[in-house]
């Protein structure tokens, strides 16, 4: 609502359109303003599964900032910017790319094939790397530099992280088809998709425990949540080469992150649903661990014989290897597809309106692979020890 405002005000005030008749300050000013409004307005469209309401960069008469070696020479000399405003150029291109993936793949993709969609996504994806590589090198955030200002560890940290949400989004649509081993040539995605949520997860632990600042910017509780959750859905789907004992991992550092972020309604919210999902995780991979016919083994028999004293962070007993069928698929009622259920994990919009408050818990209710009782009986308890 506030973006949108935004755009509105700045178009009815000619924000968008460059004028001779101010200072040279006032046009730069301009220029950083509108064309941040511009970038923010299609990310959050993009993010929240909607159309965004703008034209395309060259249908506003209204120059990119001028960044000394970055773009072409401006009309005055005392136009050019500090390279640090380079980050809204940037962005204005990564926003054009997301632009693409929002219509291509999301909106007018009806009526084209797996396949077709496949080629178009990676085709995308070879933007989003020519993107990555035309990075100016104080942005370049696939680079370590020990001697760089604040300021631009901040924004490369900013920028890595939309480009693995991006890539995510990029992703996401063939990753049931992936993880589901279908024939159609989807593997890869599913592999990146994974990867980038991996990736946005141990940046943002990262960052949470070396850069204090950075554990006030609440937004992160977005990019945990929708991580955490593509990495849920994996282990539950159980068709991932890597074993869910290293995937759990990561979904507990998401936890953690949003636990530390208490304060904020949203990350409570989010919070309390990735437990919920771990819990469903932990109880498909006992499932797993004994199929119907194997005799149930006490929870002391089990820490014995199966944990074997090896714990993990947080406590959790590294005992969850991959190499199990997927019995939750006979769990569900008679005649259910259980791949929607599993997919809305996953859907950004579904997410977002669970952490506002649109969706409660009770929505979102996870009981139907749960109607015999064979995984909910002593769930709490068990979980209680596992993460204790």
């Known amino acids: 609502m506030y973006c949108g405002q935004a755009v509105r005000t700045a178009l009815a005030i000619g924000l968008a359109s460059e004028s001779s008749s101010i200072s040279a300050d006032n046009r730069k000013v301009a220029r950083r303003t509108w064309w941040c409004i511009y970038s923010h307005e299609i990310d959050m469209s993009c993010s929240s599964g909607r159309r965004d309401s703008l034209g395309k960069p060259r249908n506003y008469q209204l120059p990119l900032p001028y960044i000394r070696n970055r773009s072409h020479r401006p009309p005055h000399e005392d136009e050019f910017e500090h390279k640090s405003v380079a980050m809204i150029n940037e962005m204005v291109y990564f926003a054009s790319i997301l632009r693409r993936i929002s219509k291509e793949l999301y909106h007018d993709s009806k009526g084209l094939t797996l396949v077709q969609k496949s080629t178009i996504a990676m085709e995308l994806d070879v933007l989003f790397d020519g993107w990555k590589a035309q990075l100016p090198e104080w942005l370049n955030f696939g680079k370590v530099s020990f001697r760089e200002e604040e300021w631009a560890a901040k924004q490369k940290l900013v920028l890595n992280l939309r480009y693995l949400n991006a890539k995510i989004l990029l992703h996401r649509p063939f990753l049931v088809v992936a993880m589901s081993k279908e024939q159609l040539q989807t593997t890869n995605h599913g592999e990146q998709c994974l990867?980038?949520?991996?990736?946005?997860?141990?940046?943002?632990?990262?960052?949470?425990?070396?850069?204090?600042?950075?554990?006030?910017?609440?937004?992160?509780?977005?990019?945990?949540?929708?991580a955490g959750m593509i990495v849920l859905y994996v282990i539950i789907l159980g068709h991932s080469a890597i074993c869910s004992k290293e995937l759990l991992k990561d979904v507990i550092k998401a936890q953690d992150i949003l636990h530390s972020m208490e304060e904020a309604t949203v990350a409570r919210r989010s919070a309390g649903l990735m437990r919920e999902g771990i819990e469903v995780a932990l109880a498909c991979i006992r499932q797993r661990q004994n199929p119907p016919g194997r005799p149930q083994e006490s929870r002391g028999n089990r820490v014995d014989d199966e944990y074997q004293g090896q714990?993990?962070?947080?406590?959790?007993?590294?005992?969850a290897e991959n190499d199990f069928s997927p019995p939750i698929?006979?769990?569900?009622?008679?005649?259910?597809?259980p791949i929607p259920l599993l997919a809305s994990w996953i859907d950004s919009n579904m997410l977002q309106d669970f952490t506002t408050g649109i969706s409660s818990m009770s929505e979102m209710d996870f009981s139907t692979y749960f109607s015999n009782g064979s995984y909910s009986d002593g769930l709490n308890d068990d979980l209680t020890y596992l993460l204790q």
Request: zero cysteines.
């Open 195 to 226: 990867n980038a949520a991996q990736e946005t997860i141990r940046i943002l632990y990262d960052a949470y425990a070396n850069r204090h600042y950075f554990r006030t910017w609440w937004y992160n509780s977005t990019y945990t949540l929708y």
């Open 311 to 319: 714990v993990g962070m947080d406590g959790m007993p590294l005992n």
């Open 329 to 337: 698929w006979s769990h569900t009622t008679a005649g259910q597809d």
